[in-house]
């Protein structure tokens, strides 16, 4: 099951910024971690496994808690 969860990227810019904005705090409120993710926190992720040289074949979730609703 794939989680859905939005991130604060440049995905959105089709979006008014109002529209934008509304999304990040509906879907961030969803979350136990009370806020829609950053770039910078996937990307963190993503920098763990790349360095972590004894994980293999690993599915890490960054998800905000999402799993977890």
């Given at each position: 099951m794939a989680s859905r969860v939005v991130v604060r990227t440049n995905l959105w810019?089709?979006?008014?910024?109002?529209?934008?904005?509304?999304?990040?705090?509906?879907?961030g409120k969803s979350l136990p971690v009370g806020r829609v993710g950053e770039?910078?926190?996937?990307?963190?992720a993503y920098l763990f496994l790349m360095q972590e040289g004894f994980s293999t074949g690993q599915t890490v979730v960054v998800d905000?808690?999402?799993?977890?609703v």
């Open positions: 810019q089709s979006m008014t910024a109002a529209d934008r904005e509304n999304l990040y705090e509906s879907v770039a910078h926190e996937i990307a963190q905000g808690g999402t799993v977890l």
